[in-house]
């Protein structure tokens, strides 16, 4: 079984900093482009980040320069480096990932999602 597993997740007072780790576990062949999303409750889930295997990112403007997003390859693991955080960023941040996974199968895999509340 192939999965996806955030971590990192919590409360922090605005203009703190947290740091999102994402890895991937099961019968991986092909770990390809790993991105981050967020949603609040009531709307729409939309796009923090997302990265391909070649490291070339993306961001959705409004995050740029706060929100950083890099993956270590060897551990299967996908990293969202959050600063100078703002309560309109609470929010449950989910991992998704593009996995080709024995025996040759392509996947969407979605984490379960890990909840960041930013205090005023």
């Known amino acids: 079984q192939v999965q996806v597993v955030e971590s990192g997740g919590g409360l922090v007072q605005a203009g703190g900093s947290l740091r999102l780790s994402c890895t991937a576990s099961?019968?991986?062949?092909?770990?390809?482009?790993m991105g981050w999303y967020r949603q609040v409750p009531g709307e729409q889930r939309e796009l923090v980040a997302t990265?391909?295997?070649?490291?070339?990112?993306n961001y959705a403007d409004s995050l740029k320069g706060r929100f950083t997003i890099s993956r270590d390859n060897t551990k299967n693991t996908a990293y969202l480096q959050m600063n100078s955080l703002k309560p309109e960023d609470t929010a449950v941040y989910y991992c998704?990932?593009?996995?080709?996974?024995?025996?040759?199968?392509?996947?969407?895999?979605w984490g379960q999602g890990t909840l960041v509340t930013v205090s005023a």
């Open positions: 998704n990932a593009d996995i080709i996974a024995h025996p040759w199968r392509y996947l969407e895999v």
């Open positions: 099961g019968s991986i062949l092909s770990l390809n482009a």
């Open positions: 990265i391909t295997s070649g490291d070339i990112t």
